[in-house]
């Protein structure tokens, strides 16, 4: 099994970034699937979930009305558009489907 985040970089405030989640080895369009981050010095928090089939989303109170959540089954990929970014998302965001998690990618927003 592989999990392989992308997309992350360096951002100014206020700006957006889409992250990727391409899962192989698993049956993608029956697993859940999780973001994670982990910011410098801090424990690891969930971000957002996605369902199997796409149709229902979660998000942590940080990120609700900012982040959305998405999924292409017929890709093997999950994805996280972010929005409005600022310092406090700076991070390495993680996805996780299973009990298989990625190695993560980074964002950086910049004031």
């Known amino acids: 099994v592989q999990v392989v985040e992308s997309g992350g970089g360096l951002v100014q405030t206020g700006g957006s970034l889409r992250l990727s989640c391409v899962v192989f080895g698993l049956p993608f369009s029956t697993q859940v699937l999780r973001w994670y981050r982990q910011a410098a010095g801090k424990e690891r928090e969930w971000v957002a979930t996605v369902t199997s089939a796409g149709d229902t989303t979660a998000y942590a109170d940080s990120v609700r009305g900012r982040f959305t959540v998405s999924r292409d089954n017929a890709k093997n990929t999950g994805f996280l558009q972010m929005s409005a970014l600022n310092a406090e998302d700076t991070a390495v965001y993680y996805c996780?489907?299973?009990?298989?998690w990625g190695r993560g990618t980074q964002v950086t927003v910049s004031p």
């Open positions: 996780k489907m299973s009990s298989y």
